[in-house]
């Protein structure tokens, strides 16, 4: 089993694989975001609190998930391709980098704009808010790393050694609302007990999470294609790959 998996770390097998996971991946994305958006709009009721502006939930709370998630996917695989100097771990930090500060950006502007109705301001300085911003910066200094060293190998280790440090921030994020007293609610969704949140409203914003994963997943696989393109552009399946061979 290890063996058929491990070859797909060369990457013309990793792109054949791809280019036949990328439609499954979209198409599910689109099913799973398509029924979450209706859940979240129609079906699911307004918070007896919140009213209708709880429905921003339904794209910050899979966003914010999403901005960890996908730092913790870039770490693993930078670090994955400095250790065994897999070019396909490298591919994958470098193609979830936009990604993640996509997500993160969007985790950040959804927030703000809910903040404004429940606490009457866009920002505060609380250690959810401000540890999210961070993480932002983190994506943007790996981005700008690989922007400016013209070696994608050197630039592919500095930026893994970036990602590693940067893991420190994500715990942080996580249990900020415990360890310190802010604006942001606590958890509602992950506690041990159970869910602080009925299900009326649970199952679309699962549903959602699930939409944004295969988002991702699709997405992921397009710019890794891409990646391995430019970074193998001188070898053999490559040009076999242009001149119409499969």
């Given amino acids: 089993m290890l063996e058929r998996l491990y070859k797909y770390a060369a990457p013309h097998q990793f792109f054949a694989l791809s280019r036949a996971l990328t439609p499954w991946f979209g198409g599910a994305a689109a099913a799973l975001l398509a029924v979450g958006l209706a859940g979240a709009l129609w079906f699911a009721p307004p918070d007896y609190q919140q009213g209708e502006s709880v429905r921003i939930i339904y794209v910050h709370v899979p966003a914010a998930w999403m901005s960890l998630f996908v730092y913790v996917v870039l ?6 391709g400095l250790v065994w100097n897999v070019k396909v771990a490298d591919a994958l930090a470098r193609a979830s980098a936009p990604l993640g500060a996509s997500f993160t950006l969007l985790a950040l502007a959804t927030g703000s704009l809910w903040g404004k109705p429940m606490w009457g301001t866009w920002w505060v ?11 932002l910066f983190l994506y943007l200094g790996y981005i700008a790393l690989q922007g400016a060293i013209e070696d994608t190998r050197m630039a592919a280790r500095a930026g893994a050694v970036l990602a590693a440090i940067g893991l420190v921030n994500i715990p942080i994020i996580h249990y900020s609302v415990e360890w310190w007293s802010t604006l942001h609610q606590g958890p509602t969704i992950t506690r041990f007990d159970a869910p602080a949140i009925h299900a009326s409203m649970l199952v679309p914003l699962l549903i959602m999470a699930l939409g944004f994963k295969a988002f991702y997943a699709a997405t992921a696989l397009v710019r890794m294609r891409c990646e391995l393109l430019e970074s193998e552009c001188n070898s053999a399946w490559v040009t076999e790959l242009g001149s119409g061979g499969k």
Wanted: net charge negative; hydrophobic share 60%.
């Fill in 125 to 135: 300085w609380d250690a959810r808010l401000t540890s999210e911003l961070i993480l």
């Fill in 75 to 80: 770490a693993a695989a930078g670090i994955t």
